[in-house]
């Protein structure tokens, strides 16, 4: 089956600092990916999706400017935790579709990334 | 907002059948109902999807009723690994991304 990485799978950094997540879809071309974010023991939060060639969607209440996503290629769309505290301190999980299946179902899911904070 | 209902938790004995029931009373004619499940600190893993039509495939079988405001997912011999997190969502296919809701925790108990 398609499958999508995560790159890095854990990251612990300092407080202001910036942290980059990148996320690729290894076997199929992806337009349109989706980065999630899941604290402990809740659900899986839509944060933006992630348009190719052009600006991201946020949902309501995430921070563009805090979370800026790039999506070059078909294949890779990056996630910038920028100034990152302690309460960003979370698992990121990104997901995509492929683009050359009409009316696609099926989301495949990266391993995600646990970024911690200090 | 999640447009679907679940039990918070439920068990099931191991090489038993595992039932998870969702309500999706709100669910639109074009919209079809996605099942995947969670193990923790993983990426979700996609279960099967159907429209209106009982779909069974290697991992579960999928019972939409008829007026489609609910559905089941079979897990036809439930196993230690098939301790989860599942979520049923309701949802459209190509570039609409999947909104998921609070889920049902499975433990197989062996």
């Known amino acids: 089956g398609a499958v999508v990485s995560q790159h890095p799978s854990r990251v612990i950094c300092k407080s202001g600092t910036s942290v980059k997540i990148e996320c690729r879809s290894l076997?199929?071309?992806?337009?349109?990916m989706f980065w999630y974010r899941q604290f402990p023991k809740k659900s899986l939060m839509l944060m933006a999706t992630s348009n190719e060639g052009s600006k991201a969607t946020y949902e309501q209440g995430v921070e563009k400017d805090k979370f800026l996503i790039n999506h070059a290629s078909l294949t890779l769309s990056t996630l910038t935790v920028t100034s990152a505290h302690p309460e960003d301190s979370s698992f990121y999980i990104c997901?995509?579709?492929?683009?050359?299946?009409?009316?696609?179902?099926?989301?495949?899911f990266g391993p995600g990334t646990r970024l911690t904070v200090l | 907002d999640a447009k679907t209902t679940q039990p918070p938790s439920m068990d099931c004995a191991e090489g038993r059948a595992a039932n998870l029931p969702c309500n999706h009373s709100?669910?639109?004619?074009?919209?079809?109902v996605y099942w995947y499940r969670q193990i923790h600190s993983q990426g979700p893993q996609y279960i099967i999807h159907g429209l209106k039509n009982n779909e069974t495939n290697e991992m579960a079988s999928l019972i939409i009723t008829e007026d489609r405001k609910s559905s089941t997912l079979i897990l036809p011999h439930a196993t230690l690994r098939d301790t989860a997190v599942y979520y049923c969502?309701?949802?459209?296919?190509?570039?609409?991304?999947?909104?998921f809701g609070k889920g049902t925790r499975l433990s197989v108990i062996a």
């Open positions: 709100t669910i639109s004619g074009n919209e079809y």
């Open positions: 076997d199929f071309q992806a337009t349109t």
């Open positions: 969502i309701v949802g459209r296919s190509g570039n609409t991304p999947l909104v």
């Open positions: 997901s995509a579709r492929d683009s050359l299946v009409a009316g696609a179902h099926t989301q495949y």
